[in-house]
T-cell receptor, first 113, second 118 residues
Framework: GEDVEQSLFLSVREGDSSVINCTYT??????LYWYKQEPGAGLQLLTY?????DMKQDQRLTVLLNKKDKHLSLRIADTQTGDSAIYFC?????????????FGAGTRLAVHP | GAVVSQHPSRVICKSGTSVKIECRSL??????MFWYRQFPKQSLMLMAT?????????EQGVEKDKFLINHASLTLSTLTVTSAHPEDSSFYIC??????????????FGPGTRLTVT
């Protein structure tokens, strides 16, 4: 079935690392994504990882993928107040002739001094 | 690059009227655009997949006669909420896939349209 799960809330201190976790169900997903949404705004693509990779690093962002456990994580190093937002993971699902993004419920990251 | 715009950003309408929301890819061509609906503090729910020059594909449970989608060109898709009711109030977000992008699986999202039906 189509189900992407995330914890709903994470609170971290400024300067610490944040780790947001996600589990997905479709083992055939070729790409997995992390999006950021600030209040009242659309989604910003942060990064994505191809399913044949275990890790992808992009500046302060590190994505880890465990295909066996269908587990995806996003680590934000040196978290800043500007990182406060909702983070969505998403998997690609091929259905009805199209590739569709299936989103998790989103993790609200709160960064405090 | 890869900018998607939506218009309007906010709209308030009376119950029973229709509202049109535009989604444009500003600097790339998009054969496929997607329309999502997001309820407060919830995830995005895909409503329909819009293809240029053909009929949209609606997700299960989405009324195609109520949510009319037209994808007339490679840079424009419109969503019309017909005979709107208060329960249609929501945040509507579109996305577009860049034909020429590094990955055909990348989707770029618009800033969203907040619809309030009174």
């Amino acid at each position: 079935g189509e189900d992407v799960e995330q914890s709903l809330f994470l609170s971290v201190r400024e300067g610490d690392s944040s780790v947001i976790n996600c589990t997905y169900t479709d083992s055939s997903s070729t790409y997995l994504y992390w999006y950021k949404q600030e209040p009242g705004a659309g989604l910003q693509l942060l990064t994505y990882i191809f399913s044949n990779m275990d890790m992808k690093q992009d500046q302060r962002l590190t994505v880890l993928l465990n295909k066996k456990d269908k587990h995806l994580s996003l680590r934000i190093a040196d978290t800043q107040t500007g990182d406060s937002a909702i983070y969505f993971c998403a998997e690609i699902l091929f259905s009805g002739g199209y590739n569709k993004l299936i989103f998790g419920a989103g993790t609200r990251l709160a960064v405090h001094p | 690059g890869a900018v998607v715009s939506q218009h309007p950003s906010r709209v308030i309408c009376k119950s029973g009227t229709s509202v049109k929301i535009e989604c444009r890819s500003l600097d790339f061509q998009a054969t496929t655009m997607f329309w999502y609906r997001q309820f407060p503090k919830q995830s995005l729910m895909l409503m329909a997949t819009s293809n240029e020059g053909s009929k949209a594909t609606y997700e299960q449970g989405v009324e195609k006669d109520k949510f009319l989608i037209n994808h007339a060109s490679l840079t424009l898709s419109t969503l019309t909420v017909t005979s709107a009711h208060p329960e249609d109030s929501s945040f509507y977000i579109c996305s577009a896939r860049d034909l020429e992008g590094a990955s055909s699986y990348e989707q770029y999202f618009g800033p969203g349209t907040r619809l309030t039906v009174t």
